[in-house]
């Protein structure tokens, strides 16, 4: 499955933005989706997780309350809405891909996007 991930921006603290993740390539209703981010100089961390038909959600704690992930397999798409914005939440985001049920490691994950910067000045 090839994937693209989108939205990604600049952002003031406290405000929200939406990133998408359009997947194609084998069905994409046999993935679990998950969320992942990196900021400079750190590992690349799981942010959130959805399971192929959307009934499970997991999140990191750091954005648990803030951030939802979902999906829409019928647009082969993925989303993580991000709300409550904050400086540490400044990174370049991916989004995976698993045959696997939910994954909070990367290295669990098949497939990944390109990545999307997201940017919340201090």
């Known amino acids: 499955v090839q994937l693209q991930a989108y939205g990604g921006g600049l952002v003031q603290a406290g405000g929200s933005l939406t990133l998408s993740c359009a997947a194609s390539?084998?069905?994409?209703?046999?993935?679990?989706m998950g969320w992942f981010r990196q900021a400079p100089g750190t590992e690349r961390d799981f942010v959130a997780a959805i399971s192929w038909g959307g009934d499970i959600t997991k999140y990191a704690d750091s954005v648990k309350g803030r951030f939802t992930v979902s999906r829409d397999n019928a647009k082969n798409t993925v989303y993580l809405q991000m709300n409550s914005l904050k400086p540490e939440d400044t990174a370049v985001y991916y989004c995976?891909?698993?045959?696997?049920?939910?994954?909070?490691?990367?290295?669990?994950?098949?497939?990944w996007g390109q990545g999307t910067l997201v940017t919340v000045p201090a």
């Open positions: 390539g084998r069905p994409f209703g046999s993935y679990s």
């Open positions: 995976a891909a698993t045959t696997s049920t939910i994954r909070y490691r990367s290295n669990e994950y098949n497939y």
